[in-house]
């Protein structure tokens, strides 16, 4: 029943973005910060190690108010069948993706995999240095990719990646 109920909730949710009632019936149900966003695609895939999650958060936070969509893979429910495929759909939805670098991200092979088939798909990807030396961070594959760096200050954030990111989308950025 509570799967149900969960799956009714979820559908709620996605005709209805912007209600915080069903976001917080959501949270506390399912434990979750946010619904999962069901769409056809993504502006945004946000890739990151669950030790950056803070950061993670804070930065899905200024891009959706930029007015973009984002995925992560918070929005998984709890038992979601082959998740790894989940993820894949994800990234094949989504108009670019979004690295954020540190040393622990740098050894995800989730963050190695998801950015390896954002390539793949040639899909724009939007590298973020949020911690450690470029060495240490930077993936191998974006290496020669510009990338916004935040480890000294988050202002480039706004001033530089969001425009970047709806520059090549091709969209206004929200203000």
């Not at 958060?57 to 998740?83: F, Q, S, Y």
């Not at 954002?118 to 191998?140: N, T, W």
Request: a negative charge; hydrophobic letters at 45%; one cysteine or more.
């Amino acid at each position: 029943r509570q799967e149900r109920a969960l799956e009714l909730l979820r559908c709620a949710t996605d005709n209805n973005q912007g209600s915080a009632a069903l976001r917080l019936l959501w949270q506390e149900l399912a434990g979750s910060a946010r619904p999962p966003v069901v769409a056809e695609s993504y502006d945004v895939f946000l890739s990151y190690s669950h030790a950056d999650t803070l950061f993670a958060r804070r930065l899905l936070g200024d891009l959706e108010a930029a007015g973009l969509t984002v995925w992560t893979d918070e929005g998984l429910a709890a038992g979601t069948h082959n998740w790894q495929a989940a993820i894949e759909r994800a990234v094949e939805q989504a108009q670019c993706v979004v690295v954020v670098m540190t040393p622990r991200a740098k050894a995800s092979k989730w963050v190695r995999a998801e950015a390896s088939l954002a390539e793949e798909l040639d899909k724009p990807v939007f590298p973020v240095l949020a911690a450690g030396e470029r060495r240490e961070a930077v993936l191998l594959s974006l290496r020669d990719v510009q990338f916004v760096d935040v480890r000294a200050d988050y202002s480039p954030v706004v001033t530089n990646l969001i425009p970047s990111i709806c520059r090549t989308l091709g969209i206004a950025p929200s203000t």
